[in-house]
């Protein structure tokens, strides 16, 4: 199992953060935490706080919302923050754990097979776990479809073709922590700066999209 050296708590708001479309969703960046909230148009939003930790088996000591306030403190100058916070003592129910990434030398013993995220269980970081439980179900289907007299042969086959897959999506869980939670400030920068090339070249896309959707549309007529 691998240390992600971070925490998460997660839960949802009863409302939006004053100011902001339902739909809309917030970012609220420093180095080392991170506060995101999830608009919904039809659903109450979802508010996940994550930061990084050195002494993840201390922060069980004490009650959850205390801590989470204790590694935000410095924050709440931001009314986001306040909000979120303040939703977060409202709520009923909230989600408090460490990250860490399971990883399993085997997926399967005789005939008893694990999937999804009973084998590979990708991280909040990471994600890809829909994807990666359809791609190991469908792959599943075919190695036993080629090898349907050989259970053994079929298991051996499916793991080899798919490990390597999985291990890359569990690897990324680092890479896409800095744009979850940052570890810097030059990292919380350079993020930044992705994040908005990303928004210019989708902008341009749907831009030269509409546009030849228009020209096309004026041709038809």
């Known amino acids: 199992m691998a240390n992600c050296k971070a925490m998460i708590c997660a839960f949802q708001m009863k409302e939006q953060v004053p100011s902001y479309e339902a739909s809309d969703s917030v970012i609220v960046s420093r180095p080392k935490r991170a506060m995101w909230v999830f608009g919904l148009a039809d659903h109450a939003p979802c508010a996940w706080l994550t930061y990084r930790t050195e002494d993840i088996p201390d922060r069980f000591a004490g009650p959850s919302i205390e801590q989470v306030r204790a590694a935000f403190s410095g924050m709440d100058d931001d009314p986001v923050v306040r909000h979120v916070l303040h ?13 860490h990434q399971v990883r399993m030398r085997r997926w399967s013993k005789g005939r008893v097979v694990l999937v999804g995220d009973a084998a590979w269980c990708m991280n909040t970081y990471s994600a890809m776990g829909s994807s990666s439980s359809l791609r190991g179900g469908a792959a599943l289907g075919v190695a036993l479809r080629e090898h349907p007299d050989d259970l053994s042969a079929a298991l051996d086959a499916w793991e080899t073709g798919l490990r390597p897959y999985i291990t890359r999506q ?31 070249v989708v902008h341009r896309r749907m831009a030269a999209e509409y546009t030849a959707w228009s020209a096309l549309s004026g041709t038809a007529r």
């Open 87 to 99: 939703s977060l003592e409202q709520a009923p129910d909230h989600v408090f754990d460490s990250i």
């Open 170 to 200: 569990q690897r990324s869980a680092r890479i896409k922590q800095q744009r979850f939670v940052p570890s810097s400030r030059l990292a919380e920068a350079l993020g930044s700066v992705v994040l908005d090339l990303i928004r210019r």
